[in-house]
């Protein structure tokens, strides 16, 4: 029995897997702002779902960077509660198995990679545009080796821009596309923005962070998700595809740009594939 979650900024997703290959359906609940109540109600899940059986592995992703040692949230304006907070290691005593942690949208990622729109693809790029904006590159079905973790939404797309709500420095990719920034600045839920003129506009400002991505990470794919990607109108996926070709010049061919497809179960994909490779490690 392994435990799976995704801790997004908004929802949370938890599964358990009986066999480490397929996972059973997820459920759904709110993302507690209360770290202590979020806590509390993965380690119910966990072990409801997993009756008198033993939990042997537990991984889940969590909305932010963590500490390099994954053993918390180091920062995040969607879940201050749970920033420094001892996550890891409540869930080991908790389980009394190995557990592990990675940002949200690094799982998304390395599930579609392996599992979904990026399959047969050796050096993937994931892209997400959801409450924040963030990404991943994976390499080989793995997470590519990094220090600090990924953070594209932080990239700056002009040094004059507005101030990024989460690090007070001008013109983040994330202040422009985000569902929070969307929302903030036309005083609706992204989804119910009906404005062309809004859409493409994001398309545009989203397809520079996509030339930023190519330049600095040389895909072979890039695939594109996130609630607000998922649930924003068709055209505003297929805008930036086109942005993107009219904005990256320096090569003579552009890798192909992808949806997701794993709905918004593509981190517990990932969180199953890591715990996959880590228990292996693990148990060598
Ligand atoms: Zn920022």
Redesign the pocket.
Known sequence: MYLLFDIGGTTTRIAISKDGRQFVEPKYVPTPASYREGLDALIATGKHFAGDKKIEGVSGGIAGPLDAAHTTLANSPHLPDWVDKPFKRDLEKAFRCPVYLENDAAFVGLGEATDGAGRGFGIVAYVTVSTGVGGVRIVDGKIDRNAYGF?I??QIIDINGPL??????PG????YISGTSLERKYKMRPSDITDPDVWRESARVLSYGLNNVMVHWSPELIILGGAIMRKGPREFFQQTRDYFEQTVKIYPKLPRVERSVLGDIGGLHGALVHLNQSLEKYRT
């Open positions: 953070e939404g932080h990024c709500a989460t690090c007070a420095m983040h990719l994330e202040e």
